[in-house]
């Protein structure tokens, strides 16, 4: 059952890459001069999570270790939970 929602989550997060991506390549971020933080925030690049060498990012592994991170971080709760 961990396995099966592992995978459902592994491709919520491919799914949400691929539109992200699909974005990006429609509509480049435009940087709002009169606001305050300055738009997108961070208004440089590289501290926006990404990579600093820009290294192509395997998406799918990404996608894999974040599925693996949300269960153990849902299996947490439940079990916290149940000291209640």
């Not at 799914?15 to 991506?21: D, G, N, Q, V």
């Not at 693996?68 to 439940?78: C, D, G």
Request: proline share 10%; aromatic share 10%.
């Amino acid at each position: 059952m961990q396995k099966i929602y592992q995978d459902v989550v592994e491709r919520l997060f491919l799914t949400l890459f691929e539109e992200e991506a699909r974005l990006k390549q429609k509509n480049p971020p435009v940087l709002v001069a009169n606001a305050w933080p300055p738009w997108p925030w961070p208004p440089w690049e590289g501290d926006d999570g990404e990579d600093d060498d820009n290294k192509p990012v395997n998406q799918t592994k990404r996608a894999h270790e974040l599925a693996k991170k949300v269960l153990k971080f849902e299996s947490q709760i439940a079990n916290v939970s149940l000291d209640l």
